[in-house]
């Protein structure tokens, strides 16, 4: 079975505009999360959704959006783009648990956006 | 709010020996979730080994165990028999569930990672 992919693998925008950044998860897995992981640092959490609806976000500024389609693929949105966001963007899908402990992430190989 | 720190930025061991990677955790809750993730350079993250706060006993994964002092707030990872496929970046990562819509979910919040050399 194919894991999680991303798309682009590299990605090179100028300050000021927008990108979008796509996520298949695994088949079966109806939750994604988005983290952002700059160089040298631990990856932060985004967002996390499930059944298109928004589970979860993190301290991001609302320049940051996302949204889940019905074959629960995902993409995430920045727009105004600063130098401050070049980052490896990580998409993680996970089965869904309706009680009890959490399922395993498994992360997606990341797009890297570097803003110049 | 949860912070994860790793003090160690840097480890290194020889082929075969032993390492111990340090994680400390701050938080309030009392139920949670704690793992290990390794990210090679090919930049995959994988998930090494998960805890799970309720229990007394410390995982293990083949040659990866976990030392959890729920007290202390600590939970490190020990790495036996190193091979040079273990050479990667370790992530030490907490999370908390929360529920919506009669589901759980939960967010991972990362420390700052240890890179782990193993020499031949």
């Known amino acids: 079975d194919a894991g999680v992919t991303q798309s682009p693998t590299h990605l090179i925008k100028t300050r000021g505009q927008h990108v979008t950044l796509r996520c298949s998860p695994i088949?079966?897995?109806?939750?994604v999360s988005w983290y952002q992981q700059v160089l040298g640092q631990g990856p932060q959490f985004i967002f996390q959704?499930?059944?298109?609806?928004?589970?979860g976000r993190g301290n991001f500024p609302d320049r940051f959006s996302a949204r889940q389609f019905p074959n629960y693929s995902s993409e995430l949105n920045v727009n105004a783009l600063l130098l401050g966001d070049s980052a490896l963007y990580l998409c993680?899908?996970?089965?869904?648990?309706?009680?009890?402990?959490?399922?395993?992430?498994?992360f997606g190989p990341g797009t890297r956006l570097t803003v110049t | 709010a949860q912070t994860v720190t790793q003090s160690q930025p840097e480890m290194s061991v020889q082929e075969a020996e032993t390492v111990t990677l340090s994680c400390t955790y701050d938080?309030?809750?009392?139920?949670?979730?704690l793992f290990w993730y390794k990210q090679p350079p090919s930049r995959q993250m994988i998930l090494v080994i998960r805890?799970?706060?309720?229990?007394?006993q410390n995982a293990t994964e083949n040659r990866f165990s976990v030392n959890f002092q729920k007290a202390a707030k600590s939970f490190s990872l020990k790495i036996s028999d190193s091979q040079l496929g273990d050479t990667a970046m370790y992530f030490c990562?907490?999370?908390?569930?929360?529920?919506?819509?009669?589901?759980?979910?939960?967010?991972?919040?990362f420390g700052q990672g240890t890179i782990l050399t193993v020499h031949p």
């Open positions: 805890q799970e706060a309720y229990k007394q």
């Open positions: 990562a907490f999370m908390k569930l929360g529920y919506a819509g009669g589901t759980s979910y939960g967010k991972l919040t």
């Open positions: 959704y499930y059944e298109k609806e928004e589970r």
């Open positions: 938080t309030s809750e009392n139920n949670y979730y």
């Open positions: 088949s079966g897995h109806k939750s």
């Open positions: 993680a899908s996970s089965l869904v648990q309706l009680a009890g402990a959490p399922y395993e992430q498994y």
